[in-house]
């Protein structure tokens, strides 16, 4: 169900998606809603958005494991453009979902919120281990994320992955020059 | 009933804004809806597109008008500062909404790609007067507002406007070098 609602929130937002639709494209049977998340849509909302955030965050760690920042970014950006072109635009981030729909309560923001914190962290620790100093890591940290992630709603609404293309080589030159400029800690 | 289906839209997405809202928020009578707008709610999220596109559209351009378009991305940000901490972080940009809700037909989405269009070859537009190539200028446009849209998510799933701040210094940053390096035309 948690899965099936990922997928949901990506191509419909979370209050496009009811439970009947986590139903019907999960399998699940009608009584496990109550089961499982006996505090209902806000319940059901803040476990997939850690569950969305988690997979993510994965992902960008897996990027990450070269200590190579910049290709890193190119490699978390073609992801998303993978995801984009296989869906033919039609889905994007769960957690940015999440973010931009008032329905959830408070605790699904700020699960959203803690997603977001968590990929900028892991980005910055990098930044810093190459070099780069504790609060430029973390501006550029935020560029990078908010960069891609806007450039995916530029890329849904416009029905293609070029402005993500665009942005992920501004941002590759941003985070080289960065790094470039940067003695690594001795 | 435009002007208030853009506000609700900022706050609560497309899907969770049914025309009971907008009449309700609006005081239009109800025998309105299908007056105004015969093609239902995407006419409807058509039209709120449009005028929220064009709004923001002109408050970029006022920024612009000074050709200086490092001043420009400061100013812009600081006007998505204000909404969003005016609005206690509850209300985001209209168009991102639009972008990322399927319950709109494929129209909606190209009307916020349209948007989107128009204020990144605004943006770039003064780039290029200032010396900067057309290509640069435009990827570097793609980036600001990738940036800057982005950024307003993360600010409100964080419940604070520091995300979007390190995000405007980062992108005056490279604005700021891209004019620096380039002649202007003869």
Known sequence: MIRSGAQLFR????????????????????GSVYHHF????????????RYAGGLIGGALRGALEGDDPVAAVRSFADMWIGVLESGEYAAGCPVVAVAVDAAPGPGTR?????????????????????GVGEDRARSLATLVLSGIEGAIVLCRAQGSAEPLRRVAGELATVVGAAVAGSRPPA
């Open 110 to 130: 700020a699960a959203a919120g803690d997603a977001f914190a968590a990929w900028e962290s892991d980005l910055a620790v990098v930044l810093v281990r190459r």
């Open 11 to 30: 191509e419909r937002g979370v209050s496009g998606t009811s439970f009947a639709d986590v139903l019907e494209h999960s399998g699940a049977p009608r």
């Open 38 to 49: 006996p505090g209902g849509k806000d319940e059901f909302a803040i476990e997939v958005t």
